[in-house]
């Protein structure tokens, strides 16, 4: 972004298309029309169809991420607990944790983003996808809706069962305390898996979503992660494109898979991250939503996240919707 606004955009950048704030560059003219270039044929129609900006193609969509709840599959078994499929399976099994004497949830409380990625997920999930998207973006004031404060509620859920120093916690440290079974759940992305094997895990371990009230409602928040774009203004368009195209090949995609795990675009590559399926199988079935703030104006998304971290230090509701209703104007 410094760079845009400095003149000295780079020829290939990395992007979130489903953004606002990227259709906004694009609207500035800083992008490359690309639709109808043959690499494009290379990638799901479906993911591509849905970062189109004025039916038009400005980014390459090349992996998705989506939303979920790692746990210790090792440690489950040995303490016979049920994987929960509804909320309240959640909170049993999150009182049976901390009974025996785990820590039920490793959170990082320090990085904001992770924080409002928790609570799209959550909200989500206990709203609806539709009441909930119609919600941050209606004029209703936030403590008027008795299902938000109930899906605020259940994050205190988590924030009540989490290390000591949670709110000092940032990612990796979280990530660590999961993979040394400390903590036997830890609410994340995919893109976790790696950070969790780095870390050193040595136990299996799996993913399930962020559960409903009813499980046939679960859904789970996805989007696409890595993008890119090519300058409108570089001096090299045919070998950013010759790069790009590069990006969509096949063995060039599945490399790129099997190092950061996440979901490919490209269409034949094989999936191979088992770990993830618990959640991965929900963007196969259609039982998913594009994160929220994908809709939001641009500053919406660390507002949101500035927001739910003062509450997870306080637990003032109240204050929480005063913010709310400020930053969306409801």
Same mark, same amino acid.
């Given at each position: ?42 990638l799901d129609s479906n993911v591509l ?20 709840? +790692? ?35 490793? %959170? ?5 983003? %992770? ?6 997920? $959550? ?12 919600? +941050?973006?209606?004029?209703?004031? /936030?403590?008027?809706? /008795? ?17 000591e120093d949670a709110l000092g916690t940032?990612?990796?440290? /979280? ?25 050193? /895990? ?10 409903? !009230? ?5 859904? $789970?928040?996805?989007?696409? !992660? ?39 675009? $490209? ?35 660390? !507002? ?27």
């Amino acid at each position: 972004m410094s760079r845009m606004s400095s003149g000295d955009m780079p020829d290939i950048a990395g992007i979130y298309p489903n953004e606002s704030k990227f259709k906004e560059y694009v609207d500035s003219g800083f992008f490359m029309d690309l639709t109808g270039e043959e690499f494009l044929d290379n990638l799901d129609s479906n993911v591509l169809d849905s970062v189109k900006y004025n039916e038009k193609d400005y980014s390459v969509p090349l992996t998705m991420n989506a939303y979920g709840i +790692f746990y210790n599959v090792d440690k489950f078994k040995e303490l016979e607990l049920e994987v929960p499929k509804t909320w309240q399976d959640l909170e049993a099994v999150t009182a049976k944790i901390k009974e025996v004497g785990y820590i039920p949830f490793a %959170t990082s409380l320090k990085e904001g983003w %992770t924080l409002g990625h928790l609570g799209e997920a $959550v909200v989500g999930n206990t709203m609806g996808v539709e009441k909930a998207s119609e919600f +941050f973006l209606s004029e209703e004031k /936030a403590e008027d809706n /008795a299902e938000f404060k109930k899906a605020m509620e259940r994050m205190k859920v988590i924030f009540e069962n989490t290390e000591e120093d949670a709110l000092g916690t940032d990612y990796n440290t /979280a990530a660590t305390l999961f993979a040394t079974e400390e903590a036997l759940m830890f609410p994340q992305g995919i893109w976790a898996s790696p950070v969790i094997d780095k870390a050193g /895990a040595e136990f299996e371990y799996s993913m399930m979503p962020v559960p409903a !009230d009813n499980a046939d409602d679960t859904r $789970v928040a996805y989007g696409v !992660d890595l993008a890119v774009g090519i300058s409108s203004s570089t001096e090299h368009p045919e070998e950013a494109k010759e790069f790009v195209s590069y990006l969509t090949q096949k063995e060039t995609a599945q490399k790129l898979h099997d190092e950061e795990k996440s979901p490919s675009v $490209v269409k034949g590559v094989e999936a191979k991250n088992t770990k993830t399926l618990g959640v991965t199988d929900y963007l196969n079935s259609n039982k998913s939503f594009t994160w929220f703030h994908f809709e939001w104006l641009p500053s919406n998304d660390s !507002d949101w996240q500035n927001m739910v971290s003062a509450y997870a230090a306080s637990g003032d509701f109240s204050e929480l919707t005063k913010t709310l209703n400020t930053v969306f104007e409801k």
